[in-house]
């Protein structure tokens, strides 16, 4: 038997280490990033540069490189990958950068004339365009070089400054630490018609009061919750189920640029808040949009060609990247069990009589990214029928067994993965796909086209898998095989906090640390296989948002914490209040002192996601001591006013504190009772209390970090 392997013929090649044929002044190359299909049968994507030199087309690649793997760590891009086809054109400028950049204020002369809108003299924009002429005509044509049959374009600009904008074409900033997620939030947009739940239209300034009535938006509201159930309007489906962006699916007043009058699903998410996923709402909409762009039946046998009582009837579909699709024949209205969620169905088996019949097939998605019938009847769902007439007189059509589509070999597969192999199909019998695990033949009964990864309880480490596709009936025909490198090692994450001003280490063996004012966490995240991988962190069980590092600053500038958060350019980040992460610059934001849980965890190239660990930090605001003991203090100790410290301190005696008074203890020891009635503020930071702890109605904050109270231990203060 002949045999020939298609792992190579079925890589791309990696286009990116070649030079230009040209290096002239807006000459392109094509980059096929990934082609999963037929470009008129898939969501093509194709990303352009402006204001690269051809010196820094090298920064634009690892630029798109970091974009993307981003982006395939949203939902719901990272389960329907294979349904994309990505497309890069490197588009060669004069001049570096783009014109008015707010943090350069000059102009440039570029192939796409891509530009910060609001003229050079707005230190604020942040809106990026291209040259509108001819309904950017420009961009469109460098598309087409990439395929004509594009679905999105994606401009990514030579740029460090916060900026992007959807609409028509989407663009990005391709240098800025936020860029990557200013991607998805465009394409939210461009891609999803989905609109801004931001509750502002200038920044730094509260938005008016929603003046129209009920929003056309599918995310946005002026009904109750009652209302949206009663009249099964807007995401009635969803409400109370827990957010993928925070919380819950609920009615959070603000969008549409106004802060009252309207309101949208989530505290927080993709569209309003960049760094935090699409929520329940937005995925739905996101995920329709990918899918009502792809042909869910991509190819079979032609339904106008004759079909025949021995023929094999066959389609073929593009797959979900994380669950398989649902796949029911029928012959005249009844159901195949035998041929269920299979991609092809013989008929001779099946024995049919005399006469016409009716073969049909359904394909349906059952992805729980929709709870909208409607949807799934129309971007999930495709059905193709034939009429079966008599038996065939002539002999089947020589085939040869090759593969016609494959899951990607380029990139590593994720553990858990669905992987696909299609065929050349004979309409006279079905060719056996072999499927192969680290050399080991599995039973493939239903000689399925998929193999699902996750059925196979891989132990941690690298995998081979492979398919042959050979035909049954001719030993001596060509077969093929089409290889696959299986990474499941989850990606891991080190985290690096600023220096603490104690530590210890809570039952459950996570690390706990004590802070001042503010703390910074990096997380460094690293796997075992090349590509991009995304490090994401959420604090108190909120919503997970990616970790980009700190806004406008060098790449590698750890991200900040403090009660209230950091206004830059104003928003705000890194607030620890019960607003969230980044909330308003106009919101309440009480001071988010206290204990926190983080939790942190990483997504690699593949789609693994790593074990999420966590640690605590208990901060607390600098004291204003108005009286600082130390060393050994021979008598009891009582606070009637101001602020007393015990730094590294000995009590022999009890402590009391009146009303209003405050104490700060600091790795000190009380050799006696403590007791406060309606005090201000009472903190223990490492210190022992060997008598009873009578704390109550305290007005301020109370604060226990490492620290012991009587025979029980416990400090229970109130």
């Given at each position: 038997?002949r045999?020939t392997?298609v792992?190579?013929?079925?890589?791309?090649?990696?286009?990116?280490?070649?030079?230009?044929?040209?290096?002239e002044?807006?000459?392109?190359?094509?980059?096929?990033?990934q082609v999963?299909?037929?470009?008129?049968?898939?969501?093509?994507?194709?990303?352009?540069?402006?204001?690269?030199t051809?010196?820094e087309?090298?920064?634009y690649?690892a630029h798109?490189?970091?974009h993307?793997?981003?982006?395939?760590?949203?939902e719901?891009?990272?389960?329907?990958r294979n349904y994309?086809?990505?497309?890069?054109?490197e588009?060669?400028?004069?001049?570096s950068g783009?014109?008015?950049?707010?943090?350069?204020?000059?102009?440039?002369n570029?192939?796409l004339?891509m530009?910060f809108?609001?003229?050079?003299?707005d230190?604020?924009?942040?809106g990026?365009?291209?040259?509108?002429?001819s309904?950017?005509?420009?961009?469109?044509?460098?598309?087409?070089?990439?395929?004509p049959?594009?679905?999105?374009?994606?401009?990514?600009?030579?740029?460090?400054?916060?900026?992007?904008?959807?609409?028509?074409?989407?663009?990005t900033?391709?240098?800025?630490?936020?860029g990557?997620?200013?991607?998805?939030?465009?394409?939210g947009?461009s891609?999803?018609?989905?609109?801004?739940?931001?509750?502002?239209?200038?920044?730094?300034?509260a938005?008016?009061?929603h003046?129209?009535?009920?929003?056309p938006?599918?995310?946005?509201?002026?009904?109750?919750e009652?209302?949206m159930?009663?009249q099964q309007?807007k995401?009635?489906?969803?409400?109370?189920a827990?957010?993928?962006?925070?919380?819950v699916?609920g009615?959070?007043?603000?969008g549409?640029?106004?802060?009252r009058?309207?309101?949208?699903?989530?505290?927080?998410?993709?569209?309003i808040?960049?760094?935090?996923?699409?929520?329940q709402i937005?995925?739905?909409?996101?995920?329709?949009?990918?899918s009502?762009?792809v042909?869910?039946?991509?190819?079979?046998?032609?339904a106008?060609?004759?079909?025949?009582?021995?023929?094999?009837?066959?389609i073929?579909?593009?797959?979900p990247?994380?669950?398989?699709?649902n796949?029911?024949?029928?012959?005249?209205?009844?159901?195949?069990?035998?041929?269920n969620?299979?991609?092809?169905?013989?008929?001779?088996?099946?024995r049919?009589g005399?006469g016409d019949h009716?073969?049909?097939?359904?394909?349906?998605?059952?992805?729980?990214?929709?709870?909208?019938?409607?949807?799934?009847d129309?971007?999930?769902?495709?059905?193709?029928?034939?009429?079966?007439?008599?038996?065939?007189?002539?002999p089947?059509?020589a085939?040869?067994?090759?593969?016609t589509?494959?899951?990607?070999?380029?990139?590593?597969l994720?553990?858990?993965e669905?992987?696909?192999?299609f065929?050349?199909?004979?309409?006279?019998?079905?060719f056996?796909?072999a499927?192969?695990?680290n050399?080991t033949?599995?039973?493939?009964?239903?000689n399925?086209?998929?193999?699902?990864?996750?059925?196979q309880?891989?132990?941690?480490?690298?995998?081979?898998?492979s398919?042959?596709?050979?035909d049954?009936?001719?030993?001596n025909?060509?077969?093929?095989?089409?290889?696959?490198?299986?990474?499941?090692?989850?990606?891991t994450?080190?985290?690096?906090?600023?220096?603490p001003?104690?530590?210890?280490?809570n039952?459950?063996?996570?690390t706990?640390?004590?802070m001042r004012?503010?703390?910074?966490?990096?997380?460094?995240?690293?796997?075992?296989?090349?590509?991009?991988?995304?490090?994401e962190?959420?604090?108190?069980?909120?919503?997970w948002h990616h970790?980009?590092g700190?806004?406008?600053?060098?790449?590698?500038?750890?991200?900040?914490f403090?009660?209230?958060?950091?206004t830059i350019k104003?928003?705000?980040?890194?607030?620890l209040?019960?607003e969230?992460?980044s909330?308003q610059?106009w919101?309440?934001?009480?001071?988010?002192?206290?204990?926190?849980?983080?939790?942190?965890?990483?997504r690699d190239?593949?789609?693994?996601?790593?074990?999420?660990?966590?640690?605590?930090?208990?901060?607390?605001?600098t004291p204003?001591?108005?009286?600082?003991?130390?060393g050994?203090?021979?008598r009891?100790?009582?606070?009637?006013?101001?602020?007393?410290c015990?730094?590294?301190?000995t009590?022999n005696g009890?402590?009391?504190?009146s009303a209003?008074?405050?104490?700060?203890?600091?790795?000190?020891?009380?050799?006696?009772?403590?007791t406060a009635t309606?005090?201000?503020?009472?903190?223990?930071v490492?210190?022992?209390?060997?008598?009873?702890?009578?704390v109550?109605?305290?007005?301020?904050?109370?604060t226990?970090?490492?620290?012991?109270?009587?025979?029980s231990?416990?400090?229970n203060?109130q």
């Open positions: 038997m045999s392997s792992l190579a013929a079925l890589v791309l090649p990696c286009l990116f280490n070649v030079p230009l044929r040209a290096q002044v807006g000459s392109s190359a094509v980059v096929p990033v999963t299909g037929d470009p008129a049968k898939r969501f093509s994507l194709v990303l352009l540069s402006d204001g690269y051809a010196a087309l090298p920064k690649r798109v490189d970091k993307l793997n981003i982006m395939w760590a949203f719901p891009f990272r389960s329907y994309i086809n990505v497309y890069s054109v588009i060669v400028s004069g001049e783009i014109t008015c950049d707010p943090e350069v204020r000059q102009r440039r570029t192939p004339k530009h809108g609001g003229g050079c003299e230190r604020n924009a942040r990026i365009t291209a040259q509108q002429n309904d950017y005509e420009i961009t469109r044509t460098y598309a087409r070089t990439a395929t049959a594009f679905d999105q374009i994606l401009v990514l600009a030579n740029t460090d400054t916060y900026g992007g904008i959807g609409g028509s074409i989407a663009t900033s391709g240098g800025n630490a936020l990557p997620y200013i991607t998805p939030h465009e394409l947009h891609l999803g018609r989905l609109q801004d739940e931001y509750t502002y239209y200038t920044r730094g300034q938005g008016g009061t003046a129209a009535g009920e929003p938006s599918i995310h946005h509201t002026l009904l109750s009652a209302e159930k009663a309007a995401w009635f489906r969803w409400l109370g827990e957010s993928e962006s925070g919380g699916i009615r959070y007043e603000g549409l640029y106004n802060t009058g309207v309101w949208r699903p989530s505290k927080h998410s993709m569209m808040s960049l760094g935090f996923y699409f929520d937005s995925r739905e909409r996101m995920a329709q949009r990918i009502g762009q042909e869910l039946i991509a190819a079979s046998t032609p106008d060609a004759p079909v025949y009582a021995g023929d094999v009837l066959w073929e579909t593009p797959q990247n994380f669950h398989e699709l796949i029911e024949w029928t012959v005249d209205g009844r159901r195949i069990e035998s041929a969620n299979s991609h092809t169905l013989a008929l001779a088996p099946l049919l005399a009716r073969v049909e097939v359904k394909v349906v998605d059952p992805t729980d990214f929709v709870r909208d019938p409607a949807i799934r129309t971007s999930f769902t495709a059905t193709r029928a034939w009429t079966v007439r008599g038996t065939r007189a002539q089947a059509a085939v040869e067994p090759r593969f589509s494959t899951t990607q070999s380029r990139r590593a994720a553990g858990t669905v992987a696909y192999a065929t050349t199909q004979p309409s006279d019998r079905v056996v796909v499927w192969r695990l050399g033949l599995v039973p493939n009964p239903g399925r086209r998929t193999f699902n990864l996750a059925r309880n891989l132990p941690a480490g690298t995998h081979r898998l398919a042959t596709v050979s049954p009936n001719d030993s025909a060509a077969s093929q095989t089409v290889t696959w490198v299986v990474d499941n090692t989850g990606p994450v080190r985290y690096e906090l600023s220096t001003i104690a530590t210890s280490t039952t459950d063996g996570t706990h640390v004590f004012d503010q703390f910074t966490m990096k997380l460094d995240p690293t796997d075992d296989q090349p590509g991009h991988v995304v490090a962190f959420r604090v108190n069980g909120d919503g970790y980009y700190w806004p406008d600053a060098p790449p590698g500038t750890p991200f900040l403090t009660p209230r958060g950091t104003e928003l705000v980040y890194g607030s209040s019960s969230g992460l909330p610059p919101e309440e934001r009480k001071p988010g002192w206290g204990t926190h849980r983080v939790e942190y965890r990483a190239a593949a789609g693994n996601i790593g074990v999420t660990r966590a640690f605590h930090v208990t901060i607390a605001p204003q001591c108005t009286t600082t003991l130390t050994t203090v021979a009891p100790v009582s606070v009637t006013s101001g602020v007393t015990l730094d590294g301190a009590v009890a402590v009391t504190v209003g008074a405050s104490l700060v203890a600091m790795k000190s020891r009380i050799n006696g009772s403590l309606n005090a201000d503020v009472v903190e223990l490492g210190t022992t209390v060997t008598g009873n702890a009578a109550t109605g305290t007005t301020g904050r109370i226990t970090f490492d620290s012991t109270c009587g025979a231990r416990a400090c203060l």
